[in-house]
């Protein structure tokens, strides 16, 4: 799966930060659409840091709140979002329809009709930015008909879902550059046509027409968000499977089909990303291995490192001094 750090999203650009909850709500609604923002704890603040690049039709958005907050927008109407945490959990409510939102599954939130979302402290967001008109043209060349209803949420992890990010950042990378190095304007419109083709091909089919083999898919992904949120707690294989309502050995062979890991497997993997991500963005003077490897569950040192190793192709140690 491509990794992205929240880092690198919009490197160079301005960052606009706050701490006050209405300039924050003025500050996204100006960017976006009116809506309701309110902490879901009893702080009355946030830490909000925002980044922002609009090209013609597409935009992408770097959004920490930095706080636990629920965000009610009245519509989106002329545009649509994918909705990327780059760590952490976030969800959103469509009705009756629940999305958990992880790194391996995006939100896609409606232009049609109300939804709220909950995003956690730690929860930092790349946004894709697509206005309607230019989905509605690259549907039209797509497929020769216009968009059908979207699915609220996209699986990042699988193939159409990995190509989307790897289109995202290839034209992210492009925005960003300095004007001698960017690509011609006709290669710009091509990057942001990829970008949004990519996004109708990794939409998932909505819930009432998906078939039987879909719901297999929809354990190991639920398994996935369950880990993401729990990684640095104690888990077991049967405390796994009691809060996803199924058996150990339902659970064990769905994920044994489709990712070829065991749960114990899946979580350490988790957990390895999430080392990678704190080493990265750690500083050698302020942090050391020994002490990310504990906090993401690994009580041996020396087996860290090597299953570092052999995920990442470098030591630890080679990550935190980068």
Not at 106 to 121: C, E, G, H, N, Y
Not at 232 to 244: K, M, S
Not at 270 to 279: P, S
Not at 298 to 322: C, D, I, M
Request: proline share 6%.
């Amino acid at each position: 799966m491509v990794r992205i750090l929240a880092r690198d999203v919009l490197r160079g650009r301005p960052t606009t930060a706050t701490t006050d909850v209405d300039e924050a709500h003025a500050k996204i609604a100006e960017l976006f659409c009116s809506h309701e923002l309110a902490p879901r704890t009893r702080q009355s603040s946030v830490d909000m840091k925002l980044r922002s690049l609009h090209r013609g039709d597409v935009g992408i958005e770097f959004l920490d709140y930095g706080a636990d907050v629920r965000i009610e927008p009245d519509g989106l109407e002329d545009f649509h979002l994918v909705q990327i945490p780059l760590a952490g959990h976030a969800s959103m409510q469509v009705g009756a329809s629940p999305v958990e939102s992880s790194p391996r599954m995006a939100t896609v939130p409606p232009i049609d009709q109300p939804f709220s979302m909950s995003w956690d402290r730690g929860s930092p967001h790349l946004i894709v930015y697509v206005r309607r008109t230019a989905l509605e043209r690259v549907a039209w060349q797509l497929n020769g008909a216009a968009p059908g209803g979207l699915a609220y949420g996209m699986d990042l992890s699988g193939a159409a879902g990995r190509a989307f990010l790897r289109a995202v950042v290839e034209l992210h990378d492009d925005m960003i550059g300095q004007p001698q190095t960017a690509a011609p304007v006709f290669m710009q419109g091509l990057l942001a046509d990829t970008m949004v083709s990519r996004l109708l091909m990794a939409m998932e089919p909505p819930a009432d027409v998906a078939g039987d083999g879909d719901a297999e898919s929809r354990l190991v992904r639920e398994c996935r968000e369950l880990l993401e949120r729990h990684a640095f707690e104690e888990l077991t294989v049967p405390d796994i499977a009691e809060c996803l309502g199924v058996s150990v050995r339902t659970l064990q062979t769905a994920l044994r089909a489709e990712t070829g890991a065991t749960p114990s497997e899946l979580l350490r993997s988790i957990r390895l990303d999430r080392a990678r991500e704190m080493l990265l963005e750690a500083s050698p003077r302020e942090q050391t291995v020994t002490a990310v490897a504990e906090l993401c569950g690994f009580t041996h040192q020396g087996r860290f490192s090597s299953l570092y190793l052999k995920a990442f192709g470098e030591l630890p140690s080679e990550s935190l001094r980068r």
